[in-house]
Structures are given as structure tokens and as C-alpha cells.
């Protein structure tokens, strides 16, 4: 894995924000414990008319992994309208979710998005959407988002529901992902990421 790009696109994606209105938050699922600041966060984005949908994994949850019922709860608790709260179909891990986010968005005619997860998830979960946009022909204009503050030597379970530890380790653990999953074709490249990232703003 070529270092500097690495850093290149972490610092790219740390800084990143939607410039605009958004048809809608990704929320891809966590581990118990590892939620905060993502409620809040998404929840504000909707409230303040910037997302006009929250999509959460359909899926039943399993292990140490909520599933659809625990953020459904969550949202009608914060006072976040029903039909504004999206599901798409059931996933698994981080690259079904996001091959089911852009599935919805086709079908939704949605052009615009915010990917929301911790922050030490953020740049795998942005390649591998980027890379389910370009499997299934569908460009939008993807951006991050995720909380400014947070706890890293919280102990929580990874985005699967294992490994509890110091949110702190779980950066290592991300680390060691992207170069395997890019091999595997399950993120793009980072010249591909780059790519998109100059680009973002002419799509349509």
C-alpha cells in the first residue's frame, strides 16, 4: 500500500462535509457501544432540513450488532418522522450495506448522500461506495460525515459485533482492511478515489 496516498486520502476524507442539501444519510451499523455521537448527529442533519432521509441496514442484527429494530427505536425516540426513516435490504458487513445503499438510491432516484459511521471507519466505508457506484453504474455525489468529538479509548465492539476493545485499536484493524479489500476489488483504488473526488461536484 503506497504510504502517502494513505495519508493523502485520510486527511481528504477528515475534512470532508456536504456543501449541500442531501437526499440522505447512510448509517452503516456498529457494534454495541460504538454509536456515539451517530444519532445525534444524523438526527440534527434531518432536523436542520440538510438530509431529507436516514437509511439504516434492514437487517435482524446478530452477535454484539444491533439490528433494524434497535435504530428504528432510536430515531422515533428522537423524534425522527417514520416515513423519513429509510430500510434498505438486509446486509451483513460494510460492503453488502453499501452495495444495498446505492441499490436503494437507484431506485429512489436519489443524486446526493452522506456516508455516516465513526471516523476510523469513514475512509473504508467511502471506497467501498464509491466502488458500489461504479459496479452498479450509478454516480452520485457521496460525502462524509461522521462525529468531531469522540471517545477513542472507549471500550466497544467492532462495526461486525466483534473484537471489544479501546476504540483506539479498532484504527489499526481498519488499517490493515483497506489494502486486503482493495486486492479483493471490494474498495477502488486510492488514484480512483482521488479520481472521484475531483469529479464529485460535476455529477450530475
Avoid at 14 to 27: N, T
Avoid at 41 to 61: E, H, Q
Avoid at 82 to 108: G, M, Q
Wanted: aromatic fraction near 14%; hydrophobic fraction near 40%; glycine fraction near 6%.
Amino acid at each position: 500500500m503506497n504510504e502517502k496516498e494513505l495519508y493523502a486520502a485520510i486527511c481528504m476524507i477528515l475534512s470532508d462535509r456536504p456543501v449541500e442539501k442531501i437526499d440522505a444519510i447512510f448509517f452503516h451499523g456498529r457494534g454495541v457501544d460504538d454509536h456515539d455521537g451517530l444519532f445525534e448527529l444524523s438526527t440534527s442533519f434531518y432536523k436542520d432540513g440538510l438530509a431529507k432521509f436516514i437509511v439504516i441496514n434492514g437487517f435482524d442484527g446478530f452477535l454484539n450488532a444491533p439490528g433494524r429494530g434497535f435504530y428504528l427505536s432510536e430515531f422515533v425516540t428522537r423524534r425522527v418522522l417514520r416515513p423519513y426513516i429509510v430500510l434498505s435490504d438486509a446486509a451483513s458487513n460494510t460492503k453488502e450495506e453499501n452495495d444495498a445503499f446505492v441499490k436503494l438510491s437507484r431506485c429512489k432516484n436519489w443524486r446526493s448522500a452522506a456516508i455516516l459511521t465513526q471516523p476510523h471507519q469513514i475512509l473504508r466505508a467511502f471506497l467501498g461506495a464509491i466502488n458500489s457506484m461504479r459496479k452498479q453504474n450509478y454516480l452520485m455525489r457521496l460525502y462524509a460525515i461522521f462525529p468531531h468529538s469522540t471517545l477513542w479509548f472507549k471500550h466497544v465492539f467492532g462495526s461486525q459485533g466483534a473484537e471489544n476493545k479501546e476504540r483506539f485499536e479498532h484504527i489499526f484493524e481498519e488499517l490493515k482492511r483497506i489494502p486486503i479489500y482493495q486486492e479483493k476489488g471490494d474498495l477502488c483504488t486510492f488514484p480512483e478515489f482521488f479520481e472521484y473526488m475531483k469529479n464529485r461536484d460535476k455529477i450530475p
